[in-house]
Nanobody
């Protein structure tokens, strides 16, 4: 079994910052890509940022220069530093990771339960 647990969400004023964390635990041999998704109220979930196993990040255009994704492979944790947050950043942020549970095993995708971020204007 693998679990992803996010933390760090909350209420912040427009222009403020939050740092989200997502820790993977359980039966883990290796973690490939890790990423963060955002689901605004009443809308679909969309990718925000991803980071490869070797730490190479990629972002959607709307967050470039404001958000930073990083990971600590020793802690099986991915982070999302969000700066200059705007009200449209309100929603549930969920982490996603592709994980191999045993050597030679298949790669599966796992989701965290999500953490709420509310940006007030």
């Amino acid at each position: 079994q693998v679990q992803l647990v996010e933390s760090g969400g909350g209420l912040v004023q427009a222009g403020g910052s939050l740092r989200l964390s997502c820790a993977a635990s359980g039966s883990i041999f290796s973690i490939n890509t890790m990423g963060w998704y955002h689901q605004p109220p009443g809308k679909q979930r969309d990718l925000v940022a991803v980071v490869t196993a070797c730490g190479s990040p990629d972002y959607v255009d709307s967050v470039k220069g404001r958000f930073t994704i990083s990971r600590d492979n020793g802690k099986n944790t991915v982070y999302l530093q969000m700066n200059i947050l705007q009200p449209e950043g309100t929603g549930i942020y969920s982490c996603y990771a592709t994980i191999v549970s045993m050597e030679g095993g298949p790669l599966y995708g796992y989701w965290g339960q999500g953490t709420q971020v509310t940006v007030s204007s």
